[in-house]
């Protein structure tokens, strides 16, 4: 089984433009994640894929290997699967570009998943972990997902899933996690696929693969991702670099 691990960065991210050209402790951002990521020794390559010569250079300058996208991408699945078409190989785990502190641990128990799925039942598999905050319940920007009983994604949803009408019952909330491992064929065919309803209405694009039938397998981690949305995560990045 070929596994690459592949890192879509776009330079003009909405909340923190240029984030992963921002300086973590010596290195950009971007660098960072790519050299966590190699260090895990999981993958048979890793490739940094932009749309953006900055992040192209930085990455290529420095002895890695990027992919500079030609088409414009809504989303990193999109572009993730421009760059895979025409590589070989089975599962494609996609990191995301602002997570300098990227965890093989995380990252071998979704690719455990595809070990265990000998009959090639599972088209991706995703993380999720347990919410307990009420404030992080309700907040939309916690993707919420619902499973069923082998772990299999029901839905996701930006509000309360599920909705606890009865409070005496005992019910964990799970945020989901973008990280994503993918059978290459079920990323080149999200590519392939319209946008329907449900993704437009709640902006979470992994709802398109539910809605075209694909089959998601949620990994719960306690452990937590650090990821670099705004100038403030960048602080506490280098604090967490420095010690």
Same mark, same amino acid.
């Given at each position: 089984m070929k596994v690459i691990a592949m890192i879509p960065a776009r330079y003009d991210a909405s909340r923190f433009p240029g984030k992963l050209m921002q300086d973590l402790c010596g290195a950009s951002v971007i660098l960072r994640t790519y050299q966590a990521t190699c260090n895990t020794n999981l993958f048979d390559d890793v490739i940094v894929v932009t749309d953006s010569d900055i992040i192209f250079n930085e990455i290529t300058t420095n002895g890695g290997k990027a992919f500079k996208s030609i088409k414009d991408h809504a989303c990193g699945s999109d572009r993730i699967a421009e760059a895979v078409a025409h590589i070989d190989a089975d599962i494609v785990v996609n990191v995301q570009g602002d997570e300098p502190f990227t965890s093989g641990t995380i990252l071998a128990s979704l690719l455990e998943v595809f070990k265990k799925d000998a009959k090639? @039942? %599972?088209? !991706?598999? #995703? $993380?999720m972990t347990p919410l307990h905050d009420k404030q992080d319940i309700e907040n939309p920007n916690n993707v919420k997902v619902i499973v069923d009983r082998d772990q299999k994604? !029901?839905?996701? #949803? +930006? #509000?309360?899933?599920?909705?606890v009408r009865d409070e005496d019952k005992? %019910? &964990?909330?799970?945020?989901h996690i973008g990280i994503y491992a993918f059978r290459k064929q079920a990323l080149l065919d999200f590519a392939n696929l319209p946008m329907l309803d449900l993704e437009a209405a709640e902006? %979470? @694009?992994? $709802? +398109?693969? $539910? @809605?075209?039938?694909? &089959? %998601?397998k949620m990994v719960v981690t306690d452990q937590p991702v650090i990821g670099i949305d705004i100038p403030e995560d960048l602080e506490k990045a280098r604090k967490k670099w420095a010690n």
């Open positions: 090639q @039942e %599972i088209d !991706l598999a #995703s $993380l994604a !029901l839905y996701f #949803s +930006r #509000s309360v899933i599920p909705f005992k %019910i &964990t909330h799970y945020k902006k %979470i @694009e992994c $709802l +398109r693969y $539910l @809605e075209y039938g694909k &089959t %998601i």
